[in-house]
Nanobody, 124 residues
Framework: QVQVVESGGGLVQAGGSLRLSCTSSGLTLNHYAMGWFRQAPGKEREGVSC????????NYADSVKGRFTISRDNAKNTVYLQMNSLKPEDTAMYYCAAGSRCSSDVLSRNFGYWGQGTQVTVSS
């Protein structure tokens, strides 16, 4: 059974940092493009960042460029999202996903394996 599992969410003050982690049982994540997505209450899910399966290409939403960094550790079968300079508008459920392609606009339709999400709350 394939599972994608996120961790690392929590409550942080504005200006703070969090690092989200994503791992999987059943998937070798370096065989996939990996993405991070988020959904705030009452809003549509949006793509935050993705990385190609080779790791050579990364893309970010304009709202997080310069603040968030996606990376992967193949030895640990883990993908990370380092989030710095957090803002209250970053508050959302964050999802990790594995898929076929990391597009420039971080489209969710390219991703077929999804985790259950980890909550990030940024207080002002």
């Amino acid at each position: 059974q394939v599972q994608v599992v996120e961790s690392g969410g929590g409550l942080v003050q504005a200006g703070g940092s969090l690092r989200l982690s994503c791992t999987s049982s059943g998937l070798t994540l370096n065989h996939y493009a990996m993405g991070w997505f988020r959904q705030a209450p009452g809003k549509e899910r949006e793509g935050v960042s993705c990385m190609s399966w080779t790791g050579s290409s990364t893309n970010y939403a304009d709202s997080v460029k310069g603040r968030f960094t996606i990376s992967r550790d193949n030895a640990k079968n883990t993908v990370y999202l380092q989030m710095n300079s957090l803002k209250p508008e970053d508050t959302a459920m964050y999802y990790c996903a594995a898929g076929s392609r990391c597009s420039s606009d971080v489209l969710s339709r390219n991703f077929g394996y999804w985790g259950q999400g980890t909550q990030v709350t940024v207080s002002s």
